[in-house]
């Protein structure tokens, strides 16, 4: 369900030899086997050696649509995004009946968050040919993009229908039903994502845990994806401790600590550590479906700060709120772009004096602080903060945080703090679609773009909160 290099239908000019040759060697003297074997060299990552190639080919070619068509798909994988959807748009020009090609560019479209215009690139693939499945798969996704999500279901309905067998379009299928808050069908679904190859699969010789009698038995969950799910799932292993088994958790480094004090759990191992010996396993995003809970029941505080107060914050006469904020994603995908906060829409906050602003901000976007010339207004806990027993520390003693989607969020909702998640647009499944309250935790609010890019819209409501949230705090409430 990925794109496609070559055009559509496949064209046997195309076929790659397999056996490797090197380019523009001498016995390589026809355009075609060029051709061929750039393909090679792209299907098999070499990205740079590919581009090189297809620019070269260019000269002898500047209209040929199966060229700027490749170039369009590795200029993709490289980053490259505006000069993929022109490639992609000159391909096209020479063949627009193509459904492939409309596919493709409705991919780059996607790619540099057009999801309006994608869509319609991706119609015309499908009513060029109403079985090409890779048009339903792609169409579905950006459907999903644009909240849209009922129609979305359907493409990808009709993209199982058209390949049953796609591990891809069943993951994606099932995102969109989590989105849409269909968790027990959602869960369900998505265990097709174990299939796919990005999936860590555990080289454990114990078999995997299938939902049946767990009493007497030793568990080990285990962190499949990012720091979020340890912290979002983790709360299921209170209902494993009910079933009457020895819950084992093995996870990141600088959760250890934050685990090892919860009572639910018996032994905590950091990855990289010997683990202990157990009888079964689990992934920790699998327990939703395992576990079979009430998903509409409501979730109490199952995380909490140690006892002993690592970090301690300060506070100033004047000061009603004690306020936490978290701005930036630490990664580089554009998902993470498209998730951060500007630093200078906190600033608006700073010249308050009954507010008391505290960056819990981890990684290189620490430096907005000093860089935007707040070292004076906002203090950097942040820099002192090395796990999340520490961030849990300086939570308990904050008013409110303030955060994008980032692990520091779900610690907070999941110690049941009031907690403030600002979203994009496109929010990921495990906020849903719409409302301002969370599916998992009961103390957390939710504040979503109005559209894509739109923070302004979101700090205005936010900026009104704060104003209703100090009246009800007198000075003498503040937290402790």
Same mark, same amino acid.
């Given at each position: 369900?990925?794109?496609?290099?070559?055009?559509?239908?496949?064209?046997?000019?195309?076929?790659?030899?397999?056996?490797?040759?090197?380019?523009?060697?001498?016995?390589?003297?026809?355009?075609?086997?060029?051709?061929?074997? @750039?393909?090679?060299?792209?299907?098999?990552?070499?990205?740079?050696?590919?581009?090189?190639?297809?620019?070269?080919?260019?000269?002898?070619?500047?209209?040929?649509?199966?060229?700027?068509?490749?170039?369009?798909?590795?200029?993709?994988?490289?980053?490259?995004?505006?000069?993929?959807?022109?490639?992609?748009?000159?391909?096209?020009?020479?063949?627009?009946?193509?459904?492939?090609?409309?596919?493709?560019?409705?991919?780059?479209?996607?790619?540099?968050?057009?999801? *309006?215009?994608?869509?319609?690139?991706?119609?015309?693939?499908? @009513?060029?040919?109403?079985?090409?499945?890779?048009?339903?798969?792609?169409?579905?996704?950006?459907?999903?993009?644009?909240?849209?999500?009922?129609?979305?279901?359907?493409?990808?309905?009709?993209?199982?229908?058209?390949?049953?067998?796609?591990?891809?379009?069943?993951?994606?299928?099932?995102?969109?039903?989590?989105?849409?808050?269909?968790?027990?069908?959602?869960?369900?679904?998505? *265990?097709?994502? $174990?299939?796919?190859?990005?999936?860590?699969?555990?080289?454990?010789?114990?078999?995997?845990?299938?939902?049946?009698?767990? $009493?007497? $038995?030793?568990?080990?969950?285990?962190?499949?994806?990012?720091?979020?799910?340890?912290?979002?799932?983790?709360?299921?292993?209170?209902?494993? $401790?009910?079933?009457?088994?020895?819950?084992?958790?093995?996870?990141?480094?600088?959760?250890?600590?934050?685990?090892?004090?919860?009572?639910?759990?018996?032994?905590?191992?950091?990855?990289? *550590?010997?683990?202990?010996?157990?009888?079964?396993?689990?992934?920790?995003?699998?327990?939703?479906?395992?576990?079979?809970?009430?998903?509409? @029941?409501?979730?109490?505080?199952?995380?909490?700060?140690?006892?002993?107060?690592?970090?301690?914050?300060?506070?100033?006469?004047?000061?009603?709120?004690?306020?936490?904020?978290?701005?930036?994603?630490?990664?580089?995908?554009?998902?993470?772009?498209?998730?951060?906060?500007?630093?200078?829409?906190?600033?608006?906050?700073?010249?308050?004096?009954?507010?008391?602003?505290?960056?819990?901000?981890?990684?290189?976007?620490?430096?907005?602080?000093?860089?935007?010339?707040?070292?004076?207004?906002?203090?950097?806990?942040?820099?002192?903060?090395?796990?999340?027993?520490?961030?849990?520390? @300086?939570?308990?003693?904050?008013?409110?945080?303030?955060?994008?989607?980032?692990?520091?969020?779900?610690?907070?909702?999941?110690?049941?703090?009031?907690?403030?998640?600002?979203?994009?647009?496109?929010?990921?499944?495990?906020?849903?679609?719409?409302?301002?309250?969370?599916?998992?935790?009961?103390?957390?609010?939710?504040?979503?773009?109005?559209?894509?890019?739109?923070?302004?819209?979101?700090?205005?409501?936010?900026?009104?909160?704060?104003?209703?949230?100090?009246?009800?705090?007198?000075?003498?409430?503040?937290?402790?």
């Amino acid at each position: 369900m990925s794109d496609l290099s070559t055009i559509h239908p496949l064209r046997h000019e195309s076929r790659a030899s397999i056996t490797p040759t090197p380019l523009f060697g001498r016995a390589v003297d026809t355009f075609v086997q060029q051709l061929r074997l @750039a393909g090679q060299a792209l299907r098999a990552g070499r990205l740079d050696e590919a581009i090189a190639s297809y620019l070269r080919l260019l000269a002898q070619r500047p209209y040929h649509a199966e060229l700027h068509n490749s170039l369009g798909v590795a200029l993709r994988q490289v980053g490259k995004l505006e000069a993929a959807v022109s490639h992609h748009r000159l391909s096209l020009a020479e063949d627009p009946q193509n459904p492939a090609l409309h596919t493709n560019l409705g991919n780059a479209l996607r790619a540099v968050n057009r999801p *309006e215009e994608a869509v319609k690139h991706h119609f015309r693939s499908i @009513a060029l040919n109403r079985d090409y499945g890779d048009g339903f798969f792609n169409l579905a996704l950006c459907l999903r993009d644009l909240g849209r999500i009922e129609e979305a279901v359907g493409c990808f309905t009709r993209a199982l229908t058209l390949n049953p067998d796609s591990k891809r379009a069943r993951t994606e299928l099932a995102i969109a039903q989590l989105l849409r808050g269909d968790l027990r069908e959602g869960f369900a679904t998505y *265990e097709a994502r $174990k299939r796919l190859p990005e999936t860590p699969t555990p080289d454990f010789a114990q078999p995997a845990w299938d939902g049946g009698p767990i $009493k007497g $038995k030793r568990i080990l969950l285990y962190p499949e994806q990012g720091l979020s799910d340890v912290l979002l799932f983790v709360r299921f292993a209170r209902e494993l $401790k009910r079933r009457g088994a020895k819950v084992l958790v093995l996870c990141q480094l600088p959760l250890k600590e934050l685990l090892a004090n919860v009572d639910y759990i018996d032994d905590v191992v950091a990855e990289g *550590e010997s683990l202990p010996a157990f009888d079964v396993h689990a992934s920790m995003v699998s327990l939703p479906y395992l576990c079979e809970p009430d998903f509409d @029941a409501v979730s109490d505080p199952y995380l909490a700060a140690p006892s002993d107060r690592l970090i301690k914050l300060g506070r100033l006469d004047k000061a009603r709120l004690r306020i936490g904020i978290y701005w930036a994603a630490n990664g580089v995908q554009p998902i993470d772009r498209l998730r951060s906060v500007p630093f200078t829409q906190f600033l608006s906050f700073t010249g308050d004096p009954e507010l008391l602003i505290f960056s819990l901000q981890g990684g290189a976007r620490q430096k907005d602080i000093q860089q935007f010339g707040a070292t004076g207004l906002v203090h950097d806990v942040g820099r002192g903060i090395f796990d999340f027993a520490e961030a849990a520390s @300086a939570l308990s003693q904050l008013d409110v945080l303030i955060s994008i989607d980032a692990p520091i969020a779900h610690l907070s909702a999941a110690m049941g703090l009031k907690t403030w998640v600002l979203l994009p647009a496109h929010p990921d499944w495990r906020w849903q679609l719409g409302g301002t309250r969370a599916p998992w935790y009961p103390t957390a609010r939710l504040f979503r773009q109005p559209k894509v890019g739109d923070w302004d819209s979101v700090f205005t409501v936010i900026r009104n909160e704060v104003e209703l949230l100090k009246l009800q705090m007198p000075l003498s409430a503040s937290s402790e």
